[in-house]
């Protein structure tokens, strides 16, 4: 069955740097606040964090070095005390599918501005919009309904006798899958089986 899209959404992604773990740490739970802050009491308008992650010491790249061929940076700059950490965080930006271009531009408001301007340590990106399909569950009763519509259905077509309507794994969730756009498709597995055929009438 297809359906609209519910939700419309912009993701945003945070990547700080430094050289106090603790201090990236805060930073990163700084610019949290602010961003539920501006969601905080507005119905309609909803934040979802997808990942987070603790600051963690900056990967290094193998380089090649004479006489002690390669060697980490990173385990001697550790010892140094010259370590950068750095921690990242996703949010989506959620707001409802009819409110369209005008949602978007207040989405890209609320996303504005949360890391410091012109900072090496502290960037910020806003990915492409989508719209998405929240809510597939509500469509669970509606599907059964047509898929109890189409056995009824198929059964005046097919051989008489007893057939049976089954659902593999009625607890599995429904089924979403993406058409483009606003449009989505929601589904439930089942099959037939012929169990019977009509009993023949006696003859004389």
Known sequence: MQVDADHLFLPVSVTIKGKDRAAVDARVDEIRKVLEKRFADQPGWELREVASEFARAEAKSYVSRAGSGSKLFGDEEADKGDVTYVANARWELHTEADK??????????????????????????????????????????????????????????????????????????????????????????YGMSFVTPKPEKATK
């Open 100 to 189: 369209g271009l005008k949602g978007l531009e207040v989405l890209r408001a609320k996303a504005a501005d949360l890391v410091k301007a012109k900072s090496d340590d502290e960037k910020q990106v806003i990915g492409e919009p989508a719209y998405a399909l929240t809510n597939p569950g509500d469509y669970r009763n509606e599907l059964l309904d047509q898929i109890k519509a189409d056995f009824e259905e198929a059964k005046k077509h097919l051989p008489e006798g007893l057939w049976k309507l089954e659902f593999p794994n009625l607890s599995a969730p429904v089924g979403v899958k993406a058409l483009g756009g606003k449009r989505y498709e929601v589904s439930l597995d």
